[in-house]
Each structure stands twice: as C-alpha cells, then as structure tokens.
C-alpha cells in the first residue's frame, strides 16, 4: 500500500460515521413506530374512593405503583364487555414476568352484579364501584355506553385508550412497550 492510500482509508474510516450520521438525520428513517392505542391528555385520576363488589370499601389508590387495564361499563354485560374482558385478561397473561406489575379493574357503572360465572373466568379481576358518579367522566366515551380498554399509569393518570373494536394483538404490543420502557411501576 502507499502512504496516499493508508491515508485515504484513515480518513474514510473516520468520515464515514459522519455521512452515516449525516444520511440517516437527514431523510432516512426506518419504519416509524405507532402504537395501538390512543393516547389522551395525561390526566391523574380523581375521587378514586368506591367498594369493591362484596361492599368492601376499596380505593383505587392502593393500586398506585401499578399498570391499570380499565374497563368501564354496566354489571350487565354484553358480548362487548365479555370480549373485553377477555382480552384484558389474556394481555395479561402474555405479560409473562410482568404479569405482577399490571392490575385488571372493571369500574362498574350501575347497582347490578355480575354474573357468578363471569367472575369466575376472571380471576384476579379486581370489581369495582365509585364512590361518586363523577368518577365516570373522567374516562371519555364512558357514559356513551362505547366500550373501551384503558390503561392508567402507576401514578395514578389515565394515558391510553384502546379502540371499541380492540385488536387483542395490538393491545398485547403497546402493554409490552408499555412496561419495556416504564421504569416505575
């Protein structure tokens, strides 16, 4: 080799993480990622004091330091709310390891009871009353009787709301981001 050539590779070997840098700021992008669900205005949830479904009174504080999956809707519940629950539970289960630092909550909007047997396939699914009807509006679409997933954070904000037609495959995917890159909770 001679000196022009040892010294055009030197200089190439330092410049080319500069173009790489160059090319890629400046309109090479991979394939950008979106998730699933929509995110809201981060809003920390307020008059979280109710009764679980035995009449214990519960607050939904005592969660705080975990993912929530809410479903919000009546005692009575139709396919929607099954399948939702559904898939709140099996996004769950697909947590794996992190099943732990995720809570399942359905906020029950009427005095009914769910059915026995619908529990019962819910195992672990926390059944909750507000203590004030206010609590309701704080997650849009509730009162509109639309059939939703949310997600609050494990400082208490509500973040995320999955569409009324959830892909149970796309909700699986956020929660995994989710928690991949939470350092709390």
Request: proline share 6%; net charge positive.
């Amino acid at each position: 080799m001679t000196s022009r050539t040892k010294l055009l590779l030197l200089l190439g070997f330092f410049a080319a993480p500069m173009i790489a840098a160059w090319v890629s700021y400046s309109g090479w992008h991979p394939e950008k990622h979106k998730n699933y669900g929509s995110l809201l205005t981060v809003t920390p949830l307020a008059h979280t004091a109710g009764t679980l479904l035995d009449g214990t009174p519960y607050t939904l504080d005592a969660l705080k330091g975990k993912w929530l999956m809410v479903y919000v809707g009546e005692a009575a519940c139709d396919a929607a709310c099954t399948t939702l629950l559904y898939y709140m539970r099996q996004s769950h289960i697909s947590q794996g390891k992190d099943q732990e630092r995720v809570e399942r909550v359905w906020v029950v909007t009427d005095a009914g009871t769910p059915l026995p047997a619908l529990l019962k396939l819910h195992t672990g699914l926390r059944v909750w009353r507000a203590g004030e009807p206010v609590f309701f509006d704080q997650f849009p679409a509730a009162r509109t009787g639309a059939h939703h997933i949310y997600v609050v954070d494990p400082l208490g904000n509500l973040m995320l709301r999955f569409p009324e037609n959830a892909d149970p495959k796309g909700i699986i995917k956020d929660m995994k981001l989710l928690l991949k890159a939470s350092q709390i909770g």
